[in-house]
């Protein structure tokens, strides 16, 4: 792996614009559950009555708008901070690097770390709607809802401003990514299976000279891949960044 991360390295350095496409794999250093591993989301969360993914749609939420919030608050309103890859990615950028992430996450813990570009293809758990006079409202607000479906003042049901299963990603934020790939001479991969579209489907944009992939798993793009790390990110990010 030394040789290896002092080649990634190498990249950082000669790098002109830098875009990192990530996954949940970035932030279960920080402790947060990822969605597919034996460990993850999809398959360890029990009780609820009805699998997660049926729970995190726009379904739900409109039709059992409290089964949604019960498990949402669960899983979904953390005190997590920032780990080692975050943290990284905001010091590259700090050193004068052009760094784009382009995120899956809704954690918000790229920005928390001080990332400046950051892409929430799947929007953030940060901030809320109210779907009756359009206000809106932060984390910290809904946490101290002690209600399970948290309101508006105005008596209006908060919504989430995350995608949800059932919804379209927002066309100016995929076209601002693709805009990132586009641009970038190093594609940094994750974090990710590369397995949930349309945002895997981003990586067809990019042209540039190297793509580096940092996953736990094998993913689809490691055959194209420059360098390929099957080891924890933050490490690996946090050697070759230096």
């Given amino acids: 792996m030394e040789q290896s991360v002092k080649t990634f390295s190498e990249y950082l350095k000669a790098a002109d614009n830098i875009a990192f496409f990530g996954g949940a794999g970035v932030?279960?250093?920080s402790g947060l559950k990822d969605y597919r591993s034996k460990d993850g989301i999809y398959f360890t969360a029990k009780n609820f009555g009805r699998p997660p993914e049926q729970i995190l749609s726009s379904d739900c939420f409109f039709d059992d708008t409290e089964l949604f919030y019960r498990f949402y608050r669960e899983f979904f309103l953390s005190d997590a901070l920032p780990g080692a890859a975050h943290k990284a990615l905001?010091?590259?950028?700090?050193?004068g690097k052009s760094v784009t992430v382009i995120t899956q996450n809704i954690d918000g813990l790229h920005k928390a770390a001080g990332s400046r570009n950051v892409i929430e293809l799947h929007g953030t758990s940060a901030s809320y709607t109210c779907l009756k006079c359009g206000k809106k409202h932060t984390k910290e607000q809904i946490k101290q809802d002690s209600r399970t479906v948290p309101k508006c003042a105005c008596g209006g049901v908060l919504k989430p401003d995350v995608v949800?299963?059932?919804?379209q990603l927002d066309d100016g934020v995929l076209s601002s990514a693709a805009r990132a790939m586009a641009s970038a001479d190093l594609l940094i991969i994750g974090g990710t299976s590369m397995a949930v579209y349309p945002a895997a489907g981003l990586v067809r944009f990019f042209?540039?000279?190297?793509?580096?992939?940092?996953?736990?798993d094998s993913t689809?793009?490691?055959?194209?891949?420059?360098?390929?790390?099957?080891?924890?990110?933050?490490?690996?990010?946090?050697s070759a960044v230096g």
């Fill in 27 to 29: 932030s279960t250093e």
């Fill in 90 to 95: 905001a010091r590259l950028e700090r050193e």
């Fill in 164 to 167: 949800l299963y059932g919804e």
């Fill in 207 to 216: 042209s540039g000279k190297h793509i580096v992939v940092i996953n736990r």
């Fill in 220 to 238: 689809p793009l490691d055959r194209k891949a420059d360098l390929v790390f099957h080891q924890n990110i933050g490490e690996v990010l946090e």
